[in-house]
């Protein structure tokens, strides 16, 4: 809620090595800005950064580079997620490390490109890194694939529609999504589901 929130001024941070400062043109909220917010559900947990600034998606202009900084120049158009030990994004001013950080595609919106990187991420991680699984690079795989269910829940929400299209459209398999309701079914087909069924009604 806005109360949870108050506006402050700081100092603009001095940049370090590869740091890049960005103004933010747009952010996006996540989870774990709320878990942020309540001390990661304990209000009494120590705050590092007070005040602490929320925010992990980020997209905006590169405003300043660091001294060793070299993806990027001063005007750039970037987006990126951010890392837990520096401010966030809910700011005109952030600071990221360039690795981080990455070029929105053109057609983007600034909105539509803060809403990217933090649930992509999260769901490149759960397919390549906690489920181990590669991409396809032969036609028999792909066919082998395709004969697999991924089985994504929920397909409409930030993290599962960037499932639902890597699982299709990158691995080529056969995707189930969930959703309840007609514009989150939609949404799931569009993205690439080959079906999709509601996580309130029983599987069968
Ligand atoms: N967002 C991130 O970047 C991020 C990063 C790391 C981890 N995570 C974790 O990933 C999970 C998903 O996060 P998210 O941000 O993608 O969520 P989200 O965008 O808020 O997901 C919304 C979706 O949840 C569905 N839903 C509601 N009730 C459900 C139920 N009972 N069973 C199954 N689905 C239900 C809704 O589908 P219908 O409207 O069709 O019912 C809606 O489309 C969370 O556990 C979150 O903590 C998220």
């Known amino acids: 809620a806005a109360d949870a929130m108050e506006e402050v001024e700081i100092e603009i941070p001095a940049l370090e090595g590869r740091d890049i400062l960005v103004r933010i043109k747009a952010t996006a909220t996540n989870p774990v800005d709320f878990k942020i917010l309540t001390g990661w559900g304990n209000p009494e947990a120590k705050v590092e950064n007070s005040p602490e600034i929320v925010g992990f998606d980020g997209a905006g202009i590169v405003e300043a580079v660091g ?6 120049k001063k005007g750039d158009r970037v987006y990126y997620s951010g890392v837990l030990n520096k401010r966030g994004t809910f700011s005109e001013l952030a600071v990221v490390d360039e690795r981080l950080v990455g070029t929105p595609p053109k057609k983007l919106s600034w909105a539509e490109a803060s809403s990217v990187p933090l649930t992509a991420l999260t769901a490149y991680e759960g397919i390549v890194e906690q489920l181990q699984l590669t991409p396809p690079t032969t036609d028999e795989e792909r066919k082998a694939n ?9 397909g409409a929400g930030g993290v599962g529609s960037f499932v639902i299209q890597m699982a ?4 080529g398999f056969t995707v189930v999504a969930t959703a309840s309701r007609p514009e989150t079914t939609k949404y799931c087909k569009e993205k690439g589901a080959d079906h999709v069924i509601s996580h309130y009604e029983k599987l069968k």
Do not use: I, M, R, Y
Not at 146 to 154: A, I
């Open 146 to 154: 395709s004969e697999k269910v991924f089985l994504v829940t929920p």
């Open 168 to 171: 299709k459209h990158v691995f």
């Open 67 to 72: 001294p060793d900084a070299t993806k990027f």
